[in-house]
């Protein structure tokens, strides 16, 4: 009879771990940026956001390598203070002043192929990290995007809509 007991408490808890986990972490197939040019060659970003929850900041990096073998960051451009609520919303543009108020660190040139975009958000007045999601400016040659819809790292074309979508959020009080 004790070990039924401890089996069914074990298999509680574990189911609501479970349960729990998926609520707050992204699963295995982490959801996907959006991205492509503006009319003037800017780089759009759509990123997937779940109702009640807002863009706070961005901010661009890619990997350097350093001389010992392992690697570090390094950032190209940051961010924060959205001006619109489009970017509020999770669209904006990299390096555009009609997105961000304040830039901590300016845009230098051009953009490499590939590189990061790392996001900040609020939710319910709390600011913190959101996700990361790997850019590849490559996927852009080809591709013929109309006015909603955006390239991700995979390959595949989205509109803003469904980029949020693969959050699966229900409602303002949903986490991803």
Not at 4 to 23: D, I, P, R, T
Not at 100 to 116: A, H, M, S, V
Not at 136 to 147: G, I, M, N, P, T
Request: aromatic share 10%.
């Amino acid at each position: 009879m004790l070990i039924g007991k401890l089996a069914w408490g074990a298999v509680v808890g574990v189911v609501g771990a479970v349960l729990m986990s998926a609520c707050t972490y992204p699963g295995p197939n982490p959801a996907e940026f959006g991205y492509k040019r503006a009319a003037d060659g800017d780089i759009v970003i759509a990123y997937p956001l779940c109702p009640g929850h807002a863009v706070a900041g961005a901010a661009i990096y890619v990997r350097a390598d350093d001389d010992g073998g392992d690697f570090d960051f390094k950032t190209l451009w940051q961010a924060d203070r959205p001006v619109a609520k489009s970017v509020e919303a999770g669209v904006f543009t990299v390096g555009a002043p009609e997105s961000f108020q304040t830039e901590k660190r300016r845009l230098q040139g051009d953009l490499p192929n590939g590189f990061y975009v790392e996001v900040t958000e609020t939710f319910q007045g709390s600011t913190a990290d959101g996700r990361d999601g790997w850019i590849d400016l490559k996927r852009l040659a080809s591709a013929d995007l109309k006015v909603d819809e955006f390239m991700t790292n995979k390959g595949k074309v989205m509109t803003r809509a469904e980029i949020s979508d693969q959050l699966g959020c229900r409602s303002a009080n949903s986490t991803p």
